[in-house]
DNA sequence: AAAGTTGTAATATTATCTATTTCAACTTTT
DNA sequence: AAAAGTTGAAATAGATAATATTACAACTTT
């Protein structure tokens, strides 16, 4: 497991509360997360390639590709995490296939955790950047 | 992520099946699941410890403390990770906390995040090793 | 007494995430 | 045109955690 996701949310979080007033950088983004700028770049790379953000070379600064209400935390996750690699379990890998029970365990167990799967992302899907931001916004005023 | 939750569920099926003909030992587990016997044995120590399975020195074989439509998918998980130290996300550890963003970002995740956690245990709460064992037993008579 | 097993600690190996270094390509400013 | 600052990306290093391995004491049965 890795923190991108997280730091996903915290980068556009930061992205949308900054970037009207000042150019949030890759340094600046890296400041704020206390995640290396190259590792801040890589997860840019990422919510580019997935249309979530866009950023240019030379002139500096990341900015949203569509509004906060039409990015959801799964949208955010997909981008980030290689969800179709793995999932939310993992596997021991060489189960002995002369065993019945060993050749079957992974089918067996397949489809009741591919249900649990389903329901982890169905859940990030029904939170949106904007909710996240507002609590954000929210908090921050009652500073 | 590890994978002694499958390995466990593996285990489990294993003494279920064999458990009557045979002494299941953690030698055999091994053989069946392709993890370490020391690994097996450390997991089936926790099992142990989470009341599920009973084990004894020198004799040899483990057996199911309790039957099997009283353990769910989530006693089991619950039994070898550790689901109070991490949650299904990972954090990036060093926020910034001059920053606005950066010492709120945790806190405006945390609940919406643990709904999601929610929602898997619950899935998890929902499967019984009945059920796994029926469903591997149904594949084995049919190949 | 011998053989086989569990329980457990200590160490080694492996995999993976994160950080770091480096530099070319690009944009804006002076 | 040059300088400063930034992104994109590759290569390497470091840190962390999971798994495997080794070793052996304690235990049970034959």
Redesign the pocket.
């Known amino acids: 497991?890795?923190?991108?996701f997280t730091?996903a949310v915290h980068i556009l979080t930061c992205i949308d509360i900054f970037g009207e007033q000042m150019?949030?950088?890759?340094?600046?983004?890296s400041g704020s997360t206390?995640?290396?700028?190259?590792?801040?770049?890589?997860v840019?790379?990422q919510l580019?390639s997935a249309g979530i953000v866009t950023?240019?070379?030379?002139?500096?600064?990341?900015h949203l590709a569509r509004p906060l209400n039409e990015i959801t935390l799964y949208d955010v996750y997909k981008a980030v995490e290689?969800i179709d690699d793995?999932g939310l379990f993992?596997f021991?890998?060489?189960p002995n296939a002369k065993c019945p029970v060993g050749r079957n365990i992974h089918k067996v167990m397949d489809g009741r955790l591919s249900a649990i799967q389903t329901a982890k992302e169905n859940e990030l899907k029904s939170v949106t950047l904007a909710e996240i931001v507002a609590d954000t916004k929210k908090i921050i005023s009652e500073e």
């Open positions: 497991m890795t923190s991108k730091t150019r949030v950088t890759s340094d600046f983004l206390g995640v290396n700028a190259v590792i801040i770049r890589n840019l790379a580019r950023t240019r070379q030379g002139s500096g600064g990341a290689c793995e993992r021991h890998e060489n």
